[in-house]
Structure formats: C-alpha cells, structure tokens
C-alpha cells in the first residue's frame, strides 16, 4: 500500500537517507551533490523540514521516494518550485512519481499557489513523461545546467 506524507521532524533521519541516496544513484539529475549534504548535522535536516514541505511516499515502513515544493527561485512569490523529485528504481513505473507530484500541487495551491514549476534536464524522457501527464507544459525557458554547463535544463 502506497501512502505520501509530508515529512515530520521525527522522519528526519529517513528523509535523509532517501535524499542521500537520491543524490548518489541519480547525480545527473539534481543540482546538489551527495558531498555537500553528507555528514550534515541533524539539524540541518530539521531545519528543511521546517523551512518547506517535504514529502516522502512509503511503502509499509519504508521511504521510497521524495519531492519538495520549496520557495520559487523567481520572483513570483505566488510560484512554488517542485524540487528533489526521486524515485527509488525498483519502484518506478508504478505511479509512486504521480503521487508525489499530487501530494507538492495540492500542497502549494492549498497555501495560495497560484503556480508550480519545475526544471528538467535535457534528455529526461522518464521525468518529462511524468510532469506532462502530470499538467506540466514547456516553457521554452532553458539554461545549461550549473553543474554541467555543456549540458542543458529546460
Ligand atoms: C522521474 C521519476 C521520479 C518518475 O517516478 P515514477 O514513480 O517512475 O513515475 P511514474 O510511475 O509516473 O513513471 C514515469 C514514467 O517513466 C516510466 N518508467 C520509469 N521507470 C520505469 C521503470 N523502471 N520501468 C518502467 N517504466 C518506467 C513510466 O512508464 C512512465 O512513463 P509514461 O509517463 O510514459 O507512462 C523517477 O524515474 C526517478 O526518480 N528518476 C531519477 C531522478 C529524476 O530524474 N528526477 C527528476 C528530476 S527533474
């Protein structure tokens, strides 16, 4: 039985394993890098947690995958940005990406949302797929990526 629930100052520990293994296994996919949030103090997840929402989807007790709606990077503070998206591989293809991004748009249109956006790297077929069933269209807006700048975001 899959479930998605906003991360609780209690799960901190899972939340940080999830999303150390997300950046470990899936490096091309995110901006942040394993070495910047390994060895980070407990406080430094409480503090994320605190800051924005965090989900984890769960099956039974364990963390399969994650996704963030976190303050837009742009100026409209009516946009969230969904961030961290991450399944873990042995779950994909099985709706567990869908129900993470119901869970970050219900939330931030539930406090005023009038937009979510998202970034995804050139060559993402599996995410893309997603966040176009998912509502999500183009905006023709892209810019290398800033860990790789020989390769584009969207
Ligand atoms: C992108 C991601 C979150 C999607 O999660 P998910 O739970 O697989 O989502 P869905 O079940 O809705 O599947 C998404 C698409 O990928 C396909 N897919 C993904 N993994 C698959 C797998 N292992 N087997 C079969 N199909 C798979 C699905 O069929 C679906 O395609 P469709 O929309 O054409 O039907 C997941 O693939 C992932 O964590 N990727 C690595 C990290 C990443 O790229 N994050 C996004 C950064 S922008």
């Not at 293994?21 to 060895?39: C, P, V, W």
């Not at 924005?52 to 007790?61: I, N, P, V």
């Not at 119901?102 to 050139?122: E, F, Y």
């Not at 060559?123 to 584009?152: K, V």
């Amino acid at each position: 039985m899959l479930r998605v629930e906003r991360v609780v100052c209690e799960d901190w520990a899972a939340l940080e394993e999830l999303r150390l293994r997300a950046l470990e296994t899936d490096a091309d996919a995110f901006g942040s890098t394993s070495a910047d949030e390994r060895a980070r103090p407990e406080a430094f997840w409480l503090r994320r947690i605190l800051v924005s929402a965090w989900f984890l989807a769960w099956s039974a007790e364990q963390a399969i995958g994650v996704a963030a709606p976190v303050a837009s990077p742009n100026t409209l503070t009516e946009e969230r940005h969904l961030d961290t998206m991450w399944v873990a591989s042995a779950w994909r293809g099985r709706g567990v990406g869908e129900a993470l991004v119901q869970a970050v748009i219900g939330h931030a249109m539930a406090h005023g949302a009038t937009a979510v956006s998202l970034t995804v790297a050139d060559g993402n077929e599996q995410a893309r797929s997603l966040y176009r069933r998912m509502g999500f269209r183009s905006t023709g807006e892209r810019s290398p990526r800033p860990r790789d700048p020989h390769q584009m975001r969207e």
